[in-house]
């Protein structure tokens, strides 16, 4: 039940001292939580919200003190705690290192504007030994306040395993902590470690897919700009940071693809219209055979340029269409393999007239008869072969132009 404000005794519910209290929310509303403190028993699942309870809502029995965690319907739960380990509550808790509480310390924490005698829940300090729960003395009118240790929380007997405090406002709203810290701490060498009991989202927390955990959170399928990532930013000592998807490096252009695509289908970027992804019938199948091809071209003969000399190396790795120029009059070639299994070509023209040409050993012809080169100047001789791996079985048609 919430009760608008500021807060007036007169207008407020009647709230019996064993039932209930009121928990500040803002400076204009609080909120009445229904609680039972003389109850003969422990709390069970039933007390629960349709019995009137909610989270923080607190249940004792001679002594022992319990805060209801979740107040689901026939599922409530309820955490056992001792009356002496409760801070009171803080209005706000920090997300990033203060560097200096002695005179700059921010007026504006999370968003919201400190006064004087508020007290802070410090839990994101690169030093953690400084972490603890702080008063404001002087708000200051930016980042030249001064904070001390509150009352409360400044010796080390205040500070218990498992001592609990509740955050009211901001980043950490209607949060609780419990102080994860082993006993004894001694306050100023040890670090003092705080744990959303709430929710598991403290910002220096690191989380792992305990129980499904993560699996377990809601999946939004379509992110806007103004969502949310939370990142350690490595040029502050890695203090966590929220980040809007908005405020993301870009990349050099757009990759998107079609709404839909062919199955096994080659992909292919749309030069036209930017830098998207089209969608291809041609295919490459689980055997890896290429499918549906009308035409495939070559981007250009690759040419050896012109022989002057006594040999000369044909790289395979060139290209699969090749031409060579002979201009002395006996030339002996040699073949350098392709990275695989192929049919080649070679276009051998006639520079000087009657050059001849001496083939590899790899070469086989058919019946072992080397096939005829042409001897007219700028005539044509086609050979092509066909490589299995090791050996290049040839074939020519001579005396083209």
Not at 94 to 118: E, Q, R
Not at 328 to 348: D, M, Q
Not at 363 to 376: F, H, I, K
């Amino acid at each position: 039940m919430r009760v608008p404000g500021p807060v007036n005794p007169g207008t407020l519910p009647v709230i019996l001292e064993t039932e209930g209290f009121l928990r500040k929310v803002d400076e204009t509303e609080s909120v009445v939580h229904k609680s039972n403190l003389t109850a003969s028993t422990p709390p069970t699942a039933s007390d629960d919200s349709a019995a009137g309870y909610s989270v923080y809502s607190i249940w004792v029995v001679d002594g022992s003190t319990w805060v209801c965690m979740d107040a689901t319907a026939s599922n409530a739960v309820w955490q056992e705690v001792t009356t002496d380990a409760i801070w009171r509550p803080c209005k706000v808790g920090t997300n990033a290192n203060i560097a200096n509480f002695s005179g700059g310390a921010p007026l504006l924490v999370v968003g919201i504007t400190m006064v004087a005698d508020d007290r802070v829940l410090v839990l994101s300090q690169t030093d953690q030994t400084e972490n603890g729960i702080y008063r404001v003395v002087t708000p200051g009118t930016g980042v030249d306040g001064t904070w001390v240790r509150a009352y409360d929380a400044v010796a080390d007997e205040h500070f218990v395993d498992g001592k609990l405090v509740m955050v009211e406002l901001g980043f950490y709203n209607t949060k609780l902590f419990t102080l994860a810290t082993n006993n004894p701490v001694e306050l100023g060498t040890d670090d003092i470690i705080f744990t959303d009991l709430s929710s598991a989202t403290d910002a220096n927390a690191v989380h792992v897919n305990v129980d499904d955990e993560i699996i377990g959170i809601t999946e939004k399928e379509t992110p806007v700009g103004a969502d949310l990532l939370l990142i350690e930013d490595s040029e502050a000592s890695y203090a966590k940071k929220r980040l809007p998807l908005s405020n993301l490096p870009s990349g050099s252009g757009d990759v998107a693809g079609p709404a839909s695509s062919t199955d096994n289908g080659i992909a292919r970027f749309n030069g036209t219209g930017g830098k998207t992804i089209q969608n291809s019938d041609v295919t490459v199948d689980d055997d890896e055979n290429v499918e549906d091809v009308n035409t495939l071209t070559f981007a250009s003969e690759y040419d050896n340029g012109t022989v002057t000399g006594t040999t000369k190396t044909i790289d395979w790795g060139n290209g699969q269409k090749q031409k060579v120029t002979l201009d002395y009059a006996a030339i002996t070639l040699s073949f350098t393999a392709p990275p695989g299994v192929g049919n080649f070509l070679l276009k051998v023209v006639q520079g000087g007239g009657g050059d001849t040409i001496t083939w590899p050993s790899s070469v086989d012809w058919p019946s072992q008869s080397e096939a005829p080169q042409s001897t007219p100047i700028n005539s044509v001789d086609i050979y092509t072969f066909y490589y299995d791996g090791t050996t290049y079985y040839g074939t020519g048609n001579f005396d083209f132009g």
